[in-house]
């Protein structure tokens, strides 16, 4: 036997648990006020929410997926995505798709179940939140797909779980992009946890970033729980597929300190004390010890922001609750693009026998 | 030749799937176009329908039409998920920001002599896919018109080509970049005693049957469904307020087929004009066989004179 083909995966963090650089700074890692930019934007991620996991508990929102604990990977990938590329999310990352401009009310609108809130006022081009697993890795390689053929210098970026990994629409992706060479990079964000069945239930492989080697790509682990990591990691396969050179697979390992969602009691599966373990491990202090430590930071400012972002959010629930629910016209509206004469009989029911608007 | 026109007058045309390139599709319905429109604008695709299916969703919500070839109908399964949970929401889920103006073609049905899985013609589990239209010709030049049409819709449309058209009709087409509408049904034949209403390939059996009724001194109207969702009622109405009779012709299973939704619209909204049973000519609500029997299976040209002879019993 001869050996004619071999695969190492690497795996990358640069700052430690503790906020301590474990290797060299990027440039935008230098730069104080770029990491003010992104702690920022992790507090706010955090304090929204809490807020909207609250909302739900006080039967304000529907069952809503918290993404307690991603806030390195989703702010991450949002520093380093461009404003022209395309997010094709799962249902979590509200740190990314706030970067890219999505707001808070537009989040809570479409979690309190209304399509309204899917009608980013930006992005325009970014994919709603996907809630089939896997699909949207398909959807992120067809828009690569037309980058290239329209010859347009931008990238699709999809997110997919662990769990989504054992879809069989996310290998037909990974090898859709390789075999074409597609301007797209696909983050696994491994939290450990598909509602109840742990990682090693999904799959026997060593990695979940091996998974790009039958398809003939690279594929990279990330530390999800550094921003820094993350933002360069899928900086770099950003570029690379910018540049026409295909696309990458990027596992970020972080950990669900959440339930799955407001529906899931994750005590019932998994033992408090990985829990425990995991928050010593979680994305914020790292960040927030990296920046007392350079001296940028202190408690006061700490405590102005936390109460920033409460305002924010606050202003962000008002406007949501404040919205009334939609007219049943709402639902023939937008199916096709002209209203097929046999469906008006339909609307006209609906329009008799709705709940009037103004019900909430 | 309908690929081709679109091609030539929108650039954001593109055509996909298995097969299509080099070779140009099994059926020669892409022919000559990856020469005329290079690698980029015609590609063959991995070997995977849900791949075919997600990736023009991708390409369609970022400035291209797919028009994307599944090589059987019975192979389109894997790219359903695709088809309902994205493509036929996309444009309502986002309230009109993104849009899938796809097309899906797929050859439809059975009678030639065929393997296994490449007779199918399952078209009622698509139909019932709200905010997808389903198109199935009756004849080249109306492939030629509705194909136009359904590329140029900005909404996903399946398009079921019948593989008995492909190999028993031959038709001059004019390629002049006419279009024909969809969500209508085509008058095929007019007629005053009874209305039969059929799609696809069944149109030829249809003819044969009324033709030989005409003989028998009853003079039917057949109308081509054409478009199977959403249904074009009125018109089906129109003609059997006219008749008082209508009898059903369909390939596929009869169980939950289109068949039963036009008997029930019918019911519903013309019944008192009815001066007879509704009847139903339908294939089997069995699996289609193998080729041996698959003429026996599709319903013929004797089932069909013999179910509207029982709307004068």
Redesign the interface.
């Given at each position: 036997m001869t050996t004619v083909a071999e695969f190492k995966i690497q795996y990358r963090q640069i700052l430690g648990p503790q906020g301590e650089a474990v290797a060299p700074l990027p440039q935008f890692a230098q730069d104080a006020a770029e990491v003010l930019r992104m702690y920022r934007a992790m507090t706010l991620v955090r304090v929204f929410d809490a807020k909207a996991v609250n909302l739900q508990r006080t039967g304000q929102l529907g069952t809503y997926p918290s993404s307690l604990g991603h806030e390195a990977a989703h702010v991450g990938i949002g520093a380093a995505m461009r404003p022209e590329d395309v997010l094709a999310p799962v249902y979590r990352e509200f740190g990314t798709q706030l970067m890219r401009g999505v707001t808070m009310t537009e989040i809570l609108t479409y979690w309190g179940g209304d399509e309204r809130g899917n009608d980013f006022a930006v992005p325009r081009q970014d994919f709603a939140w996907c809630v089939p697993i896997a699909t949207q890795t398909l959807h992120a390689a067809g828009a690569a797909m037309a980058f290239k053929v329209l010859k347009q210098p931008r990238c699709a970026l999809a997110y997919i779980g662990d769990g989504g990994t054992s879809e069989g629409a996310f290998y037909e992706a990974l090898n859709l992009a390789g075999a074409r060479a597609l301007p797209v990079v696909f983050v696994i964000v491994n939290n450990g946890w598909a509602i109840s069945v742990p990682v090693a239930l999904q799959t026997a492989a060593r990695t979940l970033a091996q998974k790009a080697v039958a398809a003939g790509i690279p594929g990279v682990q990330v530390d999800g729980n550094d921003v820094f990591a993350v933002r360069e990691v899928v900086g770099a396969a950003l570029e690379t597929a910018r540049r026409g050179a295909g696309p990458t697979l990027i596992e970020a390992l972080t950990y669900r300190l959440s339930d799955h969602t407001t529906a899931d009691d994750a005590s019932r599966y998994r033992s408090g004390q990985e829990v425990k373990d995991a928050w010593a491990l979680e994305p914020l202090i790292r960040i927030r010890k990296f920046l007392l430590t350079a001296g940028v930071w202190d408690a006061a400012m700490e405590q102005a922001l936390l109460e920033e972002c409460a305002l924010k959010v606050d202003a962000a629930v008002t406007e949501y609750l404040g919205q009334a629910k939609p007219p049943t016209d709402a639902m023939f509206e937008h199916l096709f693009a002209a209203l097929p004469a046999r469906l008006r009989e339909q609307r006209l029911i609906a329009r008799k026998y709705g709940a009037k608007a103004s019900d909430h | 030749m309908a690929h081709g026109w679109e091609m030539q007058h929108d650039a954001?045309v593109?055509v996909i799937g298995q097969d299509v390139g080099v070779n140009g599709g099994v059926f020669r319905a892409t022919a000559g176009l990856q020469e005329r429109f290079g690698k980029?604008?015609v590609q063959d695709?991995?070997l995977?329908e849900?791949?075919i299916?997600?990736?023009?969703?991708?390409?369609?919500?970022?400035?291209?039409k797919p028009v994307a070839e599944i090589q059987f109908m019975g192979f389109l399964y894997?790219a359903l998920?695709?088809i309902v949970?994205?493509m036929s929401r996309m444009?309502?889920?986002?309230?009109?920001?993104?849009?899938c103006p796809v097309v899906i073609r797929m050859p439809h049905g059975g009678g030639i002599h065929a393997p296994e899985h490449h007779s199918e013609s399952t078209e009622t589990m698509l139909c019932h896919i709200?905010?997808i239209r389903v198109v199935c010709p009756s004849s080249p030049q109306r492939a030629y018109g509705l194909l136009l049409a359904a590329i140029r819709?900005?909404?996903p449309v399946m398009f079921l080509e019948p593989v008995r058209l492909y190999r028993a009709m031959r038709q001059d087409v004019s390629d002049d970049g006419q279009a024909l509408p969809l969500?209508v049904c085509f008058t095929l034949r007019e007629g005053s005693d009874v209305t039969v209403v059929t799609w696809g390939a069944m149109t030829l059996e249809t003819l044969r049957a009324v033709a030989e009724l005409d003989k028998r001194g009853i003079s039917a109207e057949v109308i081509d469904l054409a478009t199977l969702s959403?249904?074009?009622?009125?018109t089906i109405l129109e003609s059997v307020a006219k008749t008082g009779r209508l009898v059903i012709v369909h390939e596929a299973a009869r169980n939950v087929g289109v068949g039963a939704e036009i008997a029930a619209l019918v019911a519903e909204h013309g019944l008192f004009d009815l001066q007879a049973p509704i009847q139903r000519v339908a294939g089997f609500d069995t699996i289609m066989p193998l080729f041996k029997l698959e003429h026996d299976y599709i319903p013929s040209a004797q089932r069909i004179i013999d179910a509207v002879e029982r709307t004068f019993d």
């Open positions: - | 954001n593109v980029e604008r695709t991995p995977a849900a791949t299916a997600g990736m023009s969703v991708g390409m369609a919500t970022h400035g291209l894997p998920d695709q949970n994205h444009r309502n889920r986002t309230r009109g920001r993104l849009s709200p905010g819709d900005p909404d969500d959403p249904i074009d009622i009125d």
